[in-house]
């Protein structure tokens, strides 16, 4: 939403933004005939009247929430509004005149492509935005985020301050996310409880806050970087996993011992994911000689392939090459 209203601003357009989390009725888009009692224009034309413009910049929020009922199809009555060879002559049922919408530069936003129909996905230009790196994250932080966390919570400019290596710590031990609301929600809470402190007169002057207090402020850290540690032990493999939050490291424990040649796969996954670790086995088994393995350990050990945290269903097609590493 914040990047409309930039796209807005460089513009020099007026700046719309309608949500359509939860619309399931056609009349919200195209609106109702005057026939009803308490029939309304559609909400897209409303929202043209409001702003007093024909060109503005429409932002249309969350277009893959949208639902659908007996009383229409919402998505439907969005395709002659996105599509510059139709929306130029756009009848809303209350006006009941053609409109104009080619004007308009339409905006969407959602979190997921597949809710969103073929045909609707079609008449639009898709860009993926990735999350922000951690060094875009450090600079937001210190542009925005820190000063209006020290605005809302009451503290001046000179009472709190934040090292850049306390901003990093935050980002890579206590969030883990694509974007930066997580990390504003933790900048919070430490101003808060500075605030606290120099309400009851226990700290004077500015209060810098290191990497190292951030235990006191905010307790024990959520993620830690594992990695190297576990890496070491021979059997332990890292893969990449979908997340909404834009992924996350997964480790692929092998194990080996004596046994009759069994094979025991664990941690809750998918048929996919079973094959894969069967292709992988196979792959091993049929090139001993080239990596230099005993061809007759296989018949005379057990193998035990696991993928921490069992709770979590896992499953895709790409965790072949992970498995065979392990």
């Given at each position: 939403t914040s990047l409309g209203q930039s796209i807005a601003r460089a513009l020099g357009?007026?700046?719309?933004?309608?949500?359509?989390?939860?619309?399931?009725?056609e009349a919200e888009i195209r609106g109702h005939r005057r026939t009803y009692i308490g029939a309304l224009p559609g909400r897209i034309m409303q929202?043209?009247?409001r702003a007093e413009s024909n060109n503005p910049v429409f932002m249309l929020d969350e277009v893959d929430k949208m639902g659908r009922d007996f009383r229409g199809?919402?998505?439907?009555?969005?395709?002659?509004?996105l599509d510059p060879e139709q929306n130029r002559e756009f009848r809303d049922h209350?006006?009941?005149v053609p409109f104009d919408l080619s004007q308009v530069m339409f905006i969407t936003t959602g979190n997921l492509l597949d809710p969103i129909p073929g045909p609707l996905r079609d008449r639009m230009e898709i860009l993926a935005l990735s999350g922000y790196t951690e060094g875009e994250k450090v600079r937001i932080a210190e542009g925005y985020l820190i000063p209006?966390?020290?605005?809302?919570?009451g503290l001046r400019q000179d009472e709190v301050e934040f090292t850049e290596a306390t901003l990093r710590s935050l980002i890579r031990d206590y969030t883990r996310e694509a974007g930066v609301r997580n990390l504003e929600r933790e900048i919070g809470r430490v101003c808060r409880k500075v605030a606290?402190?120099?309400?009851?007169?226990?700290?004077?002057?500015?209060?810098?806050?290191?990497?190292?207090?951030?235990?006191?402020?905010?307790?024990?850290?959520h993620f830690y970087p594992e990695t190297a540690e576990r890496t070491e032990i021979p059997g332990v493999a890292t893969g990449l996993g979908w997340t909404p939050f834009g992924g996350d490291i997964m480790f692929f424990e092998a194990t080996l011992?004596?046994?009759?040649?069994?094979?025991?796969?664990?941690?809750?996954?998918g048929e996919v994911m079973k094959e894969s670790a069967s292709a992988a086995r196979s792959y091993v088994r049929a090139r001993t000689e080239e990596l230099g393995i005993p061809r007759d350990i296989?018949?005379?050990?057990?193998?035990?392939?696991?993928?921490?945290?069992?709770a979590i269903p896992k499953d895709g097609p790409s965790a072949g090459v992970t498995i065979a590493t392990a």
């Amino acid at each position: 939403t914040s990047l409309g209203q930039s796209i807005a601003r460089a513009l020099g357009r007026k700046f719309i933004r309608m949500s359509l989390g939860g619309v399931r009725d056609e009349a919200e888009i195209r609106g109702h005939r005057r026939t009803y009692i308490g029939a309304l224009p559609g909400r897209i034309m409303q929202a043209l009247r409001r702003a007093e413009s024909n060109n503005p910049v429409f932002m249309l929020d969350e277009v893959d929430k949208m639902g659908r009922d007996f009383r229409g199809d919402p998505s439907s009555a969005l395709l002659e509004v996105l599509d510059p060879e139709q929306n130029r002559e756009f009848r809303d049922h209350y006006l009941d005149v053609p409109f104009d919408l080619s004007q308009v530069m339409f905006i969407t936003t959602g979190n997921l492509l597949d809710p969103i129909p073929g045909p609707l996905r079609d008449r639009m230009e898709i860009l993926a935005l990735s999350g922000y790196t951690e060094g875009e994250k450090v600079r937001i932080a210190e542009g925005y985020l820190i000063p209006r966390q020290r605005r809302e919570n009451g503290l001046r400019q000179d009472e709190v301050e934040f090292t850049e290596a306390t901003l990093r710590s935050l980002i890579r031990d206590y969030t883990r996310e694509a974007g930066v609301r997580n990390l504003e929600r933790e900048i919070g809470r430490v101003c808060r409880k500075v605030a606290t402190k120099i309400a009851e007169g226990t700290v004077e002057g500015a209060v810098l806050v290191e990497a190292d207090d951030l235990y006191d402020y905010l307790g024990r850290a959520h993620f830690y970087p594992e990695t190297a540690e576990r890496t070491e032990i021979p059997g332990v493999a890292t893969g990449l996993g979908w997340t909404p939050f834009g992924g996350d490291i997964m480790f692929f424990e092998a194990t080996l011992m004596p046994g009759k040649g069994g094979f025991t796969v664990t941690g809750k996954l998918g048929e996919v994911m079973k094959e894969s670790a069967s292709a992988a086995r196979s792959y091993v088994r049929a090139r001993t000689e080239e990596l230099g393995i005993p061809r007759d350990i296989f018949a005379r050990s057990d193998i035990h392939l696991h993928v921490p945290a069992g709770a979590i269903p896992k499953d895709g097609p790409s965790a072949g090459v992970t498995i065979a590493t392990a």
